[in-house]
């Protein structure tokens, strides 16, 4: 039976599938709704994170909505994905990551692919940036570059204090990781919390506090396919006059835009200026002419492509400078890079599929009568196991439709929406600054004698958002490298299945070294974009690849229709281009 279902798993460098018979997949009805809170919820929990957070508001606060159509595009192309995945590790218990290292030429050469792909997960962005919202509960403000504190008559840095706490908020991401039995059912009450609060807090202020017309631009805004950042002036019919609808930004003036000033200091003596001098004696650097005063240039709008050429405007000229975080943006919205792979190996743990015959990875810690199978079980095909396969790609489904995909959107839109509803539209800001304005903000806009609390609540709800995503980054790099080396090396499959719980261990604390390291390195502006411009390329080549294996290693009878092979086609492309894009941007080339 075994020649007759897999007589060519892939690369013969490989081993050959085991054979098992496939359970009937749950029930789903009213009751049993339970059903669906399975990798879906674990994902979803770890979506909202740094995109929805960090990148979200920032663009939100100088474009307002109408950029947000980027993440619906890699929202709703990571869907896909996600199920495509899943159908292979229903199919044989292995998570797809193993799946690749099946195909030709070997794993040799996917080891190399996959080590240049998967570099941008080891920086630890989420970490590093949840510091600041731990930092700014603690001192009761938002740390600064120059800002000071005392403790017991020692004097501390705002800055020494944040590269502490960015050690200890990765230190602290990776415990859930070995503790707990099943390190997927540590994770999975962590998300719960974290969907529970940080979901709650932000629908109850998006309710309360903001207006029809906020709700308004940032739906809208994530079905503007199109739209692009422009600079533009708002006298649109050159009048010379504010006329209805050319008030973009809210402001009540007529706005021309306000020109950039080249830096003209040489911070560190290369010879090429890199900073601002404060030109009007305010204390702040000046990067433009301020004509009006207002402390915000005026100039940024949008336009949208496929109108302007039907009026015949031709092709609007894009703003490139915010292409970095726009790229990002639709880069770690939803999961990205290859995080995405982590729901396959979850759907494996959760005991989905053939995963209930392979086991799980157990934690170092309470995981002792865990195991995990070297090699993926396979089902002989019929009638009946094809319908049954069909049952459980419907749980999936539902899985990803009903729990990751909202949770993604309302991911991306409550946070958006708070910075539309509690900043002026134009705002720049960058990393963590949008955040934190948005915190004061709200402190401001609600009633004064809850706005201590809600500054606090959006503070905290931040470090929630970054630091348990954090440990889903870290879990799902070591679980795609630990289940590649589980089944393909020879050394490896001589080992107790119960031993996978101290190799899991040991690459943990290799990852915890470079982390460490990293955060000593580089500031998190830098990590957050080194790692989304690496995530954009890797879930591009990931799309194609998993197509590849699905319509290469599974039977025909369980092969993607070519609806979803043409979307995972141009899914990949869609974050290839991005990717190149940002690349270009990166070099000075755009």
């Known amino acids: 039976m075994s020649e007759q279902l897999a007589p060519h798993p892939g690369s013969s460098q490989m081993p050959r599938w085991n054979?098992?018979?496939?359970?009937?997949?749950?029930?789903?009805?009213?009751?049993?709704?339970?059903?669906?809170?399975?990798?879906?919820?674990?994902?979803?929990?770890?979506?909202?994170?740094?995109?929805e957070w960090l990148l979200g508001p920032v663009v939100a606060a100088r474009y307002g909505g109408a950029l947000l159509w980027l993440a619906t595009l890699s929202i709703l192309g990571q869907v896909v994905y996600n199920l495509e995945i899943s159908r292979y590790t229903l199919y044989t218990?292995?998570?797809?990551?193993?799946?690749?290292?099946?195909?030709?030429?070997?794993?040799?050469f996917w080891l190399w692919a996959y080590?240049?792909?998967?570099?941008?997960?080891?920086?630890?962005?989420?970490?590093?940036?949840?510091?600041?919202?731990?930092?700014?509960?603690?001192?009761?403000?938002?740390?600064?570059?120059?800002g000071t504190f005392t403790i017991v008559g020692q004097t501390w840095t705002d800055l020494g204090?944040?590269?502490?706490?960015?050690?200890?908020?990765?230190?602290?991401?990776?415990?859930?990781?070995?503790?707990?039995?099943?390190?997927y059912n540590s994770l999975k009450a962590v998300m719960s919390f974290k969907i529970v609060v940080v979901l709650g807090f932000l629908m109850i202020l998006a309710i309360f506090e903001s207006t029809a017309a906020t709700w308004k631009e940032i739906g809208t805004g994530l079905f503007k396919f199109g739209t692009v950042p422009i600079e533009r002036s708002e006298d649109l019919n050159s009048n010379g006059r504010l006329d209805p609808g050319e008030d973009w930004d809210g402001d009540g003036r007529l706005d021309q835009i306000e020109p950039l000033l080249p830096p003209t200091i040489d911070s560190n003596n290369d010879g090429r200026p890199d900073r601002w001098a404060d030109q009007d004696g305010d204390g702040i650097p000046?990067?433009?002419?301020?004509?009006?005063?207002?402390?915000?240039?005026?100039?940024?709008?949008?336009?949208?492509?496929?109108?302007a050429v039907i009026e015949g405007r031709g092709l609007p000229t894009i703003e490139w400078s915010m292409i970095g975080f726009l790229a990002a943006l639709a880069a770690i919205a939803g999961s990205g890079g290859l995080t995405n792979t982590t729901i396959s190996a979850y759907t494996r743990d959760q005991g989905w599929g053939m995963g209930h015959l392979v086991g799980a990875v157990p934690s170092v810690v309470g995981g002792r009568q865990l195991k995990l199978s070297h090699v993926g079980t396979v089902f002989e095909i019929t009638p009946e196991t094809a319908a049954r396969f069909r049952g459980w790609?419907?749980?999936?489904?539902?899985?990803?439709?009903?729990?990751?995909?909202?949770?993604?959107?309302?991911?991306?839109?409550?946070?958006?929406?708070?910075?539309?509803?509690?900043?002026?539209?134009?705002?720049?800001?960058?990393?963590?600054?949008?955040?934190?304005?948005?915190?004061?903000?709200?402190?401001?806009?609600?009633?004064?004698?809850v706005g201590p609390l809600?500054?606090?609540?959006?503070?905290?709800?931040?470090f929630l958002v970054l630091a348990p995503s954090a440990a889903t980054t870290a879990d799902g790099f070591l679980r795609r490298w630990v289940d590649v080396f589980w089944t393909g090396s020879a050394r490896l499959r001589k080992l107790d299945p119960h031993k996978i719980r101290h190799v899991y261990f040991a690459v943990l604390c290799g990852y915890a070294v470079f982390g460490v390291c990293s955060l000593a390195l580089a500031p998190p502006a830098k990590l957050i974009l080194w790692a989304t411009t690496i995530y954009n390329y890797a879930l591009?080549?990931?799309?194609?690849?998993?197509?590849?294996?699905?319509?290469?290693?599974?039977?025909?009878?369980?092969?993607?229709?070519?609806?979803?092979?043409?979307?995972?086609?141009?899914?990949?492309?869609?974050?290839?281009?991005?990717?190149?894009?940002?690349?270009?941007?990166?070099?000075?080339?755009?």
């Open 115 to 146: 080590v240049l792909l998967d570099f941008g997960s080891l920086f630890p962005y989420l970490a590093a940036n949840a510091a600041t919202p731990l930092a700014a509960v603690m001192l009761g403000r938002i740390p600064s570059a120059t």
């Open 161 to 183: 204090l944040l590269q502490l706490l960015r050690y200890v908020c990765f230190l602290l991401a990776i415990v859930p990781l070995v503790f707990g039995g099943k390190i």
């Open 454 to 462: 809600c500054w606090f609540l959006t503070l905290f709800c931040g």
């Open 540 to 590: 591009g080549v990931s799309c194609w690849h998993t197509l590849a294996v699905n319509v290469t290693l599974l039977p025909s009878e369980l092969r993607p229709g070519w609806g979803t092979r043409v979307t995972l086609v141009c899914t990949g492309l869609f974050f290839t281009v991005l990717a190149v894009i940002t690349t270009l941007d990166n070099l000075g080339l755009l």
């Open 286 to 307: 000046d990067r433009f002419v301020d004509v009006d005063g207002d402390g915000i240039r005026d100039g940024d709008n949008v336009d949208n492509v496929f109108l």
């Open 393 to 449: 790609y419907r749980h999936v489904l539902r899985d990803q439709l009903g729990v990751w995909m909202p949770a993604c959107f309302l991911g991306v839109a409550l946070p958006s929406m708070l910075s539309v509803q509690f900043l002026r539209r134009g705002t720049e800001a960058t990393d963590w600054s949008a955040a934190a304005m948005t915190a004061d903000a709200v402190s401001s806009a609600v009633d004064p004698s």
């Open 93 to 108: 218990g292995e998570p797809i990551f193993v799946g690749k290292f099946r195909m030709l030429p070997g794993p040799k």
């Open 19 to 51: 054979v098992g018979a496939l359970p009937s997949p749950p029930r789903f009805t009213a009751r049993s709704w339970a059903l669906l809170l399975g990798p879906g919820l674990v994902m979803g929990g770890a979506a909202i994170g740094g995109g």
